[in-house]
């Protein structure tokens, strides 16, 4: 039984998402889907590559991944499939998979599987689906497509490192409201040497110490630490760090090391 995973900006709340279901389970009706989340924000492919990122690695080898994030067709747009650590992967060519992976993937081809483009309404289904299901039974990347050499590059914001200070912003907020940034934890221990530290954000909000779990200090009171991630996070003890902080996607933090 092959695995497919869905990571979509599709939602909840229309038929497409039980489409693409549909069409996937008729191609392949002993499949197991698992949804990653169809809850990105339209057409925000950085965002699900944070979340597609730190997802694919807890899967099984051979493990496919369908990525429904900016596929309406266009003249100008390539759907592509890729096989990268064992796993494969299934989008457009729309800068996605730079931001997915840190090395150069493996093997990448160019969809050739296409209909009639007049009547190519919705890509997930008039397309990656049928790749999706082709690998999840096994099949080969090659039977597929055409290989290509390189895939749309895009960049993301990095930290800015001065001598004894990282300025880095917030990159997501998770369902419970924890604010997590683009520094990681290699980052900041490269640049701390067991120092001590004084992490800055909004004007006048500070932490001072790194916490090991949510539930180090008393319910309500703010802290820091290295999630599941592996990436700065901003939290609550049991609240909702983004609002009541006042913290929002792009906002700037700032950790200062002290001699």
Request: proline residues 3%; contains cysteine; glycine residues 6%.
């Amino acid at each position: 039984m092959g695995i497919i995973t869905l990571t979509t900006d599709l939602g909840s709340k229309d038929f497409y998402q039980s489409a693409l279901k549909g069409s996937l389970l008729s191609l392949m009706p002993n499949v197991n889907l698992v949804d990653i989340t169809h809850e990105v924000p339209s057409f925000n492919i950085s965002y699900a590559a944070f979340v597609l990122k730190n997802a694919y690695p807890y899967f099984p080898k051979n493990t496919v991944h369908l990525i429904g994030i900016d596929s309406v067709y266009s003249e100008n747009t390539k759907y592509i499939a890729i096989k990268h650590r064992d796993h494969f992967f299934v989008g457009a060519d729309n800068g996605i998979f730079s931001l997915l992976f840190d090395d150069v993937p493996e093997d990448v081809v160019e969809l050739n599987i296409m209909q009639d483009l007049k009547y190519l309404h919705f890509p997930l289904v008039d397309i990656f689906v049928k790749a999706a299901t082709h690998l999840a039974k096994g099949g080969r990347l090659k039977d597929i497509g055409l290989p290509v050499a390189e895939i749309e590059q895009k960049m993301l914001l990095h930290p800015v490192i001065e001598r004894d200070i990282i300025r880095g912003s917030v990159v997501y907020i998770d369902t419970f409201c924890n604010v997590i940034t683009n520094i990681t934890k290699d980052l900041f221990t490269r640049i701390q040497k067991n120092r001590d530290f004084t992490l800055y954000f909004r004007k006048s909000e500070t932490i001072t110490q790194l916490s090991w779990h949510y539930n180090e200090v008393q319910e309500g009171e703010k802290l820091c630490l290295f999630g599941i991630s592996n990436h700065l996070e901003i939290a609550i003890n049991k609240g909702k760090a983004s609002g009541l902080l006042g913290l929002h996607l792009g906002d700037i933090v700032r950790v200062e090391f002290h001699p």
